[in-house]
């Protein structure tokens, strides 16, 4: 199956070579069954941009492991998806992947912002799009990629702060609490993050991942697993 993945993502890279001034930003989290970007299975997609909303729920196909499940609230029942006790209902993975295209897709020059999307997020998301023959689709709608954890460092590097993940920077910028590990609001707090950092359009760029480079990337913790 790697191999697969590898050779199926690769023919996505390269399709972009540049940010440019006409990418819209959506801002992108998931939630996830662990935190073995190689195995993990997707609960929850979301994204924003500006006042249009994507959020969609997937039926796990493995156990959620108990640290995931204290966290997030996650748990399943009965063939049902609970969060916090509050039953859900939910997608299949090629139904919500294939929702979350489409709202891509109503959007110009789509760049993927999350926070350490590059080492998490994006690396499970194209596992499964490429389980799903999904992940050509996506390449092809999708203009590159941000990742905002490495974007925050960079702009708060003389600044003190210490801990630079999202929940604690909201804080720390926004001087507000939200409710953390919930996917929708994991988004809504990312965006309102980002523009109160207001980063240069140079500044973006240095954090700016095309799809060659991540490519690479996923490649590269493959190829190190073995």
Not at 41 to 63: L, M
Not at 64 to 78: E, K, P, R
Not at 110 to 135: Q, S, T, Y
Request: hydrophobic share 40%.
């Amino acid at each position: 199956m790697q191999s697969d993945w590898r050779s199926v993502v690769q023919e996505g890279a390269g399709m972009s070579c540049g940010q440019t001034e006409d990418d819209t930003l959506v801002f992108f989290d998931l939630e996830t069954t662990g935190l073995d970007i190689f195995h993990c299975d997707i609960i929850q997609v979301s994204a924003i941009s500006g006042d249009k909303i994507f959020n969609v729920y997937t039926y796990p196909r493995q156990q959620i492991s108990a640290g995931a499940s204290a966290v997030t609230g996650f748990t399943v029942a009965n063939q049902t998806l609970f969060r916090h006790s509050v039953p859900i209902e939910t997608k299949t993975h090629e139904e919500a992947l294939t929702d979350f295209l489409a709202f891509l897709g109503t959007l110009h020059r789509p760049v993927l912002a999350g926070h350490n999307i590059k080492g998490f997020d994006w690396p499970i998301m194209a596992r499964l799009l490429c389980e799903l023959h999904l992940i050509n689709k996506f390449n092809k709608v999708l203009s590159g990629f941000l990742d905002t954890l490495t974007l925050a460092r960079d702009l708060l590097r003389n600044s003190g702060v210490k801990n630079f993940k999202q929940e604690t920077l909201v804080k720390a910028i926004l001087k507000k609490s939200y409710n953390a590990h919930n996917a929708m609001e994991d988004v809504k707090s990312l965006q309102e993050l980002f523009y109160a950092l207001n980063p240069t359009p140079a500044q973006m760029a240095r954090h700016y991942i095309s799809h060659g480079e991540m490519t690479h990337h996923i490649n590269y913790g493959l190829q190190t697993k073995k």
